[in-house]
DNA sequence: TTGAACATGTAAGCTGTTACATGATTTC
DNA sequence: GAAATCATGTAACAGCTTACATGTTCAA
């Protein structure tokens, strides 16, 4: 029976909130979800229309006069009961592919200077990361409290700040290991 | 062009220590890379045949008398070479999705004690999981300097216990949020 | 003898990525 | 005038999951 379309529910979170275009859809969910669930317009597009004909979401052209032209997208109650039950039923476990870590496992087959490049490009990508999750946790400290919802997003943000930081507590860890251990097989016998 | 076909390189790897039949594929990737990518008999049987036709792995029925028939895979030349060749590009971006979370954002639509239970129900499935990473690293550290691989193995194993910790840190923190937080829209006014 | 584990595969079908295609508008 | 961003989509296709199918061997 295949995979379960989470896009769908991405797509009915977002709406309830307020209605949208696909862009905004793609941008809002970089913006909040980004760090772990990624969307593309490959997927968006389809999904809108394929909900718009299940009567789950409306669609109508945006009135404004500036700009290209939007359409713009509303949860209808349909949509909304879906989105609940959705919320009802236990999450499936997490789903996680880290090529690094493969690439690590494989380490041996290579000079280590790959495997240490490879960590240290990790953690540059990590500290960036990082770095942006911090300023979302001080921006949102500020306005908690005004919205029941803040605590949900300061919740998710609490985890990408955790997982961030043990990414990069690993990486010099790692990184320590492997500048202790001498190269093998380089020594004359 | 579509994902890159990884299971490629993780059946070379694991062919390159020593010659499996796809089942025993199965249980090495489970076993030892499990924790942070899976593959299924759906991916590990097509793949080798496809393997084999290009001519980067060999098979043989095994000679053993005792058990069912088992097909053994060995790695060749031409299979070594795609391997290492791969461990020299660097690695894509990690790929996660935590359904977890999304429910978790969209939590406010639904009373907060279906967020309370979905976190304590993660938090059972990975103090199991750091349990046996536990294991893992206390039976490795008896090994290790027995052979340069298991720096490598042990390295991911560290990746896995910092996650899991981050993982378990992250639930208290976020249970401890929502028990603070007084349920909305239920009191009289 | 029943169930668990060993062992190998196929088929269906969704998911998701990448590339392609197009055009308006705003900003520098 | 060029580049970036806004905006909406389609097509191809690989990847992966799930379910199905089948049969053996070993242990309780």
Redesign the pocket.
């Known amino acids: ?8 529910y991405i797509i009915l979170g977002l709406l309830n909130h307020e209605d949208l ?7 809002r969910a970089d913006y909040m979800i980004g760090s772990f ?13 394929k909900l718009e004909q299940e009567g789950l979401v409306t ?1 109508r052209v ?1 009135e ?1 006069s ?7 997208y509303a949860i209808t109650g349909a949509g909304r009961e879906v989105l609940t039950q959705w919320l009802k039923v236990p999450e ?1 476990k997490e ?1 996680t ?1 880290y090529e690094i870590l493969l690439k690590l496992f494989f380490g041996s087959l290579v000079p280590v200077e790959e495997s240490t490049k490879r960590i240290d490009a990790f953690k540059v990508r990590h500290t960036e990361n990082l770095k942006m999750i911090e300023m979302f946790k001080a921006n949102l400290q500020r306005v908690m409290g005004e919205d029941q919802d803040h605590l949900f997003f300061y919740i998710t943000v609490l985890f990408g700040e955790r997982i961030y930081n043990a990414y990069l507590e690993w990486a010099d860890e790692a990184l320590k290991l492997l500048q202790e251990t001498p190269e093998k097989g380089q020594e004359p016998s």
């Open positions: 029976m295949a995979k379960e379309n989470t896009t769908i275009s696909g862009y905004d859809i793609k941008k669930w990624e969307i593309g317009y490959g997927q968006i597009y389809p999904t809108l229309a669609k945006s404004e500036k700009g290209p032209e939007r359409n713009l499936q789903y592919k």
